[in-house]
């Protein structure tokens, strides 16, 4: 986008034709230096870059997924995209060697779906439980975990673990609260000391 005195205006455009053919939507943007990414109901991320002439953008490669992706998520480097994908996995592509595999980050909930980057050796994640996982990147393992914040005052469930369904009782309640509590956004500011958090009860 190009900035007017009275706003903005596009300066490229671009299809994605195999999607327009499917009638699939572009689902997911993110922006890493001048290398645009996007996602879809499909199992993979495409590169896009502005052509020469700088008035289209071209598609330049495809990172691969295990799944559909949820949440796409650039460094503040611009250096590594965290994809989440909906089999509950985290990959984190290097996009100076985006042809590599990428690394994965298993996550014990199974249930991430929205991450962002604290800053270059730090990531958030979050998904469905509520709670929030801060992972160490250079050691790839889990450095804390922020549990759920309940509207009735309760910080997690009892052992860690949420009740399993039943059809009616207090368990059933609490199994509701899950859903209200889950963390359906992630964000934070220029140098990772804020992260905002979004859940599904407003």
Known sequence: MAELSGGYEPIAKATDEELK???HQILFAACSGDVILTGSSRP?????RLTEGGDALASEASLKLTAPPSCIQCSKDQNRVAVCVQDGTILLFDLRESHQSPQV???AMAESNCVAFL?????????CSGKISLWDLRRMS?????????ENGDSKWEGGQAPKRRRSGAASSKVTD???ESVSCLCTNHDGS???????SG
């Open 194 to 200: 804020l992260l905002a958090c979004g859940r599904a």
């Open 44 to 48: 993979l991320v495409k590169l896009w």
């Open 21 to 23: 053919r499917r009638g």
């Open 178 to 180: 899950v859903f209200r």
């Open 142 to 150: 889990l450095e804390e975990e922020i549990p759920a914040y309940m």
């Open 119 to 127: 800053d270059d050796i730090r990531l958030a994640a979050g998904g």
């Open 105 to 107: 980050i298993s996550t």
